[in-house]
């Protein structure tokens, strides 16, 4: 694994430049699990053991071939310590293990079947809600995410990166602790999309939209690629 590791190269994310104004929020194109984070966020299915699919392009899979079977192994005793599956919207915490994250928090998305319901929305919110009390009561100071739910699950992929990014700058704004959070994009395409928009606001508005609202803007640009 270390070698794996060193093949293909950390990212320290104190490297990473932040969102116009905002350097406490950064856009990064690339694999989660090369950054040198204090922990990943992993979107899991309740058992909580990584994907079962060999070779699937899901980030979990990733997450968990990256980090190691003792994360798996680490998983199954805290699933069966706890007796049942894990719910929709609550998050745990476990060592990265082979990762260069220190930490990974696990966290299940809900399932969209049909139009998103109000409950759907609740849940992605309490996905992330749990996730940065986490961050807060272990006092970590960054943490990188992926879409949640966006994929296989079916949730729409700009009300996702809505309340992604309404949770984590309430959070920002009340934490002393959390100085980077990385919005973690895989794909090329998508990148170009947002830095083109970034651009685009830079030379025409210069810094006179707040922190938030920039983020707000480009994640919303960046939702149609996600």
């Not at 998050?91 to 079947?113: D, E, F, S």
């Not at 990014?165 to 170009?192: D, G, I, P, T």
Request: glycine share 6%.
């Amino acid at each position: 694994m270390s070698a794996e590791r060193q093949e293909k190269g950390v990212v320290d994310v104190n490297t990473l430049p932040g969102i116009l104004a905002n350097s406490r929020l950064i856009l990064w194109q690339g694999d989660i699990t090369r950054l040198r984070v204090d922990a990943v966020m992993d979107a899991d299915s309740s058992g909580l053991l990584g994907c079962l699919l060999p070779c699937h392009g899901c980030v979990d899979n990733a997450i968990h071939s990256a980090a190691g079977l003792r994360l798996r192994d680490a998983c199954s005793r805290m699933m069966e310590a706890q007796g049942y599956p894990e719910p929709v919207g609550r998050a745990k915490l476990t060592p990265g293990y082979q990762l260069p994250a220190q930490y990974v928090l696990h966290t299940v998305g809900p399932v969209v079947h049909g139009d998103v319901t109000a409950r759907n929305r609740k849940d992605l919110a309490d996905c992330y809600r749990s996730c940065l009390a986490l961050v807060a009561d272990h006092q970590l100071r960054s943490i990188a995410f992926c879409c949640i739910s966006t994929g296989e699950f079916h949730f729409p992929k700009q009300e996702a990166a809505e309340i992604a990014l309404h949770m984590v700058s309430n959070f920002l704004r009340a934490s002393s602790s959390l100085q980077k959070v990385v919005f973690n994009v895989f794909k090329k395409r998508a990148f170009q999309k947002a830095a083109c928009f970034i651009r685009r606001v830079t030379t025409a508005c210069g810094n006179a939209l707040s922190p938030v609202m920039t983020a707000r803007m480009t994640m919303r640009n960046l939702s149609a690629a996600w």
